[in-house]
């Protein structure tokens, strides 16, 4: 699952707003100087002669936009009609005192040639600019609320995820102690036996085991390879008491070996058939463990002979450790995951889980 940073201040009121809002005013300014220099050449003129002319009028311009910016980002509560309003008036000032500058800076540039003021001019290159100063105001409105929407989603997301990652965690914790009960459960069963060098193996293995899981996040997703890794190192504990009545078979496409699957996943599933086959059996007993590739999904299976007077007990319900992994995956996976059990057999019974598939990038 990927963790989404949200900054710590939000871009209205953090220091991405002056940074970002400069940015954009010098884009919109250098895209107009562009765009209104072809229009000088239509009409006669060099767009070169006047040219320095223009750039002292986008930079006057570039300083009214961020004072536009600042005003309207003061202005984001209030209604859109009121916005509008306000981009109106604004754009009519400032093009008025602009287009004023624009006829003397052309005067200067044209001296000693005089050029006479021409209100139908005059009223052009207002219209003009009125344009442009309302086209920047708009687009600044509807800057700001979309930076307000995406702000909004990015904190409702990390919202979200925190009560998610509380959620998954409880349910590992719920998990850990269960686990923890039966292992012990299989220590104190060696020592009653009297074979205490086994015994101490299982604690030394218990004590890797745990070493290696109880700091696992369960946030974190492993492939499934490493995850196998961890299971054969539970099934190796259990097969000290269990040995000779225990086969384990695994079967793990190499392909899907890269396949990212939440942490310690398969932990209660494994738990579940060597409790429920192994433990309530005096025969032989085989767990299975699958990993099977279905369109773009990954289903995962461990399947477990059970004793006939006990198969229909173990049909009962999931359990706490199954109903947290299904809990587990339907949160993990928001897009479809699902978990499965019950016999396929008079003597058979499996669980599978059913979820995306997905790679790391290193394996994508």
């Given at each position: 699952m990927k963790h989404i940073t949200i900054p710590t201040d939000s871009f209205l009121d953090g220091r991405r707003f002056p940074a970002t809002t400069l940015r954009l005013a010098l884009i919109y300014a250098a895209a107009e100087l562009l765009i209104s220099s072809p229009i000088w050449l239509t009409i006669g003129d060099n767009p070169l002669k006047p040219f320095l002319g223009k750039l002292v009028l986008e930079a006057v311009f570039v300083v009214l936009a961020i004072l536009?910016?600042?005003?309207?980002?003061?202005?984001?509560?209030?209604?859109?009609?009121?916005?509008?309003?306000?981009?109106?008036?604004?754009?009519?000032?400032?093009?008025?005192?602009?287009?004023?500058?624009?006829?003397?800076?052309?005067?200067l540039i044209m001296s000693p040639?005089?050029?006479?003021?021409?209100?139908?001019?005059?009223?052009?290159?207002?219209?003009?600019?009125?344009?442009?100063?309302?086209?920047?105001?708009?687009?600044?409105?509807?800057?700001?609320?979309?930076?307000?929407?995406?702000?909004?989603?990015?904190?409702?997301?990390?919202?979200?995820?925190?009560?998610?990652?509380?959620?998954?965690?409880?349910?590992?914790?719920?998990?850990?102690?269960?686990?923890?009960?039966?292992?012990?459960?299989?220590i104190t069963g060696l020592v009653e036996e009297?074979?205490?060098?086994?015994?101490?193996?299982?604690?030394?293995?218990?004590?890797?085991f745990l070493?290696?899981?109880?700091?696992?996040?369960?946030?974190r997703e492993l492939r499934l390879a490493d995850e196998m890794a961890l299971q054969k190192e539970y099934l190796d504990i259990e097969k000290e008491r269990f040995s000779d009545r225990m086969v384990v078979s695994i079967d793990i496409p190499p392909e899907l070996e890269g396949a990212m699957v939440p942490s310690l996943i398969?932990?209660?599933?494994?738990?579940?058939?060597?409790?429920?086959?192994?433990?309530?059996?005096?025969?032989?007993?085989?767990?299975?463990?699958?990993?099977?590739?279905?369109?773009?999904?990954?289903?995962?299976?461990?399947?477990?002979?059970?004793?006939t007077s006990a198969s229909g007990k173990a049909g009962e319900g999931l359990g706490i450790g199954l109903a947290n992994v299904a809990h587990r995956v339907r949160a993990h996976f928001p897009e479809g995951a699902s978990l499965t059990a019950g016999h396929v057999g008079p003597t058979r019974y499996r669980v599978s889980l059913h979820m995306p598939l997905r790679f790391a990038q290193a394996d994508a």
């Open positions: 536009f910016a600042h005003l309207l980002s003061r202005m984001r509560r209030q209604r859109y009609a009121t916005q509008i309003f306000v981009c109106l008036l604004l754009s009519m000032v400032s093009s008025l005192g602009m287009s004023l500058l624009d006829y003397y800076l052309y005067t040639v005089v050029v006479p003021f021409k209100i139908m001019d005059y009223g052009y290159a207002v219209c003009y600019r009125m344009s442009i100063f309302f086209g920047w105001s708009f687009l600044f409105v509807a800057l700001l609320n979309h930076m307000e929407v995406r702000d909004r989603d990015l904190k409702l997301i990390a919202s979200r995820e925190e009560a998610l990652a509380a959620q998954m965690r409880a349910l590992q914790y719920q998990i850990n102690p269960h686990f923890l009960f039966n292992t012990l459960n299989s009297g074979v205490s060098q086994r015994a101490e193996r299982m604690i030394m293995s218990l004590s890797g070493r290696s899981t109880l700091q696992l996040d369960p946030m398969l932990q209660p599933l494994v738990e579940n058939a060597v409790k429920h086959g192994v433990g309530r059996s005096i025969g032989e007993v085989e767990i299975q463990i699958r990993a099977a590739r279905v369109g773009g999904a990954l289903n995962l299976s461990v399947e477990n002979d059970v004793a």
